[in-house]
Nanobody
């Protein structure tokens, strides 16, 4: 059974940093693109960042570019999201996602086959 488990969320003041982790189990995702999405109350789930299987390609939403960094450790089957200079508008539940059979990045939630349960990030002003 495939599982993606996020961790690292919490409460932080504006301007602070958090590092999210997503540990995969049940299969290896070293050959698959993975991504981070977020969903704030009353809003649709939105793309945050994605990384190709080799980590040679990354892509970010304009709202987080220059502040967030996605990375992966294929040996640990884990993807990370380093979030710096956090803003109150970054408050959301953050989800890790993986594509089942494709290596290329996508920004569309429907392109991802596996999802974690989410971790809450709250940024106070």
């Amino acid at each position: 059974q495939v599982q993606l488990v996020e961790s690292g969320g919490g409460l932080v003041q504006a301007g602070g940093s958090l590092r999210l982790s997503c540990a995969a189990s049940g299969r290896t995702f070293s050959s698959n693109a993975m991504g981070w999405f977020r969903q704030a109350p009353g809003k649709e789930r939105e793309f945050v960042a994605a990384i190709s299987w080799s980590a040679g390609s990354t892509y970010y939403a304009d709202s987080v570019k220059g502040r967030f960094t996605i990375s992966r450790d294929n040996a640990k089957n884990t993807v990370y999201l380093q979030m710096n200079s956090l803003k109150p508008e970054d408050t959301a539940v953050y989800y890790c996602a993986a594509r089942a059979n494709l290596m290329v990045i996508s920004t569309a939630p429907v392109a991802y086959d596996y999802w974690g349960q989410g971790t809450q990030v709250t940024v106070s002003s």
